[in-house]
């Protein structure tokens, strides 16, 4: 079964303490992204990554860093959380090159920093 | 200024037809989409469009697209309760890799 998954699902952590929100994908696909999504703000895109080793900021970097060793991983790592981090957070995918564009979501990390 | 806008909220009574608008400002969007993301999960593809299209029927969802005005929206036919979520509209382009950019998503209530 096509998956994109992702852990944790669920996150109370405190200001300062490093954590990474794993993204795992099957469907080899070279795209990765992860975005937060916050009420009224929609969907903000974080990073992403066009194939491994390869990773760009979106419009939201700051505070998270990403790494793209393989192509079915694509972690987020807070190194420092803080209080306005505390979001739900989703990791999506797609096949990259000529294709429709149709991202697959993961189901959601929902963080809270205390 | 954002390049997707859609409004944040929707009601509408069961049963009725819900139509949810989007507009959009590059000329260049090669597909336009809709998803879906239902309470506690991820969003989902729920339609797309090309651009060379005008309109898409599927069951009970009718998508139209107004290229000239680059206007997107969403019909939803005799809506129920389970049609409850947030919609997004979405598109992309060749400048952009394919790679769809989202609006903040409206908000569909439906109350019997």
């Known amino acids: 079964e096509a998956q994109v998954t992702q852990n944790p699902r669920y996150l109370i952590t405190v200001t300062g303490k490093k954590l990474t929100v794993t993204c795992s994908q099957n469907m080899n696909h070279e795209y990765m992204s992860w975005y937060r999504q916050d009420p009224g703000l929609g969907l903000r895109q974080i990073y992403y990554?066009?194939?491994?080793?390869?990773?760009d900021k979106g419009d939201v970097p700051e505070g998270y860093k990403v790494s793209r060793k393989e192509k079915r991983n694509f972690p987020l790592i807070l190194e420092s959380p803080s209080p306005n981090q505390t979001s739900l957070y989703f990791c999506?995918?797609?096949?990259?090159?000529?294709?429709?564009?149709?991202?697959?979501f993961g189901e959601g990390s929902r963080l809270t920093v205390l | 200024g954002e390049d997707v806008e859609q409004s944040l909220f929707l009601s509408v009574r069961e049963g009725d037809s819900s139509v949810i608008n989007c507009t959009y400002t590059?000329?260049?969007?090669?597909?336009l989409y809709w998803y879906k993301q239902e309470p506690g999960a991820g969003l989902q593809l729920l339609t797309y469009?090309?651009?060379?299209?005008d309109m898409k029927q599927d069951q009970r969802l009718t998508v139209l697209l107004n290229k000239k005005d680059k206007h997107l929206s969403l019909r939803i036919a005799d809506t129920q309760t389970g049609d409850s979520a947030i919609y997004f509209c979405?598109?992309?382009?060749?400048?952009?890799?394919?790679?769809?950019?989202f609006g903040r998503g409206t908000s569909l209530i439906v109350h019997p």
């Open positions: 469009i090309f651009s060379n299209m």
């Open positions: 990554s066009m194939n491994v080793e390869v990773t």
């Open positions: 979405a598109e992309s382009s060749p400048g952009g890799s394919y790679i769809p950019t």
């Open positions: 999506a995918t797609t096949p990259g090159q000529t294709n429709t564009g149709e991202l697959f």
């Open positions: 590059d000329s260049s969007s090669t597909y």
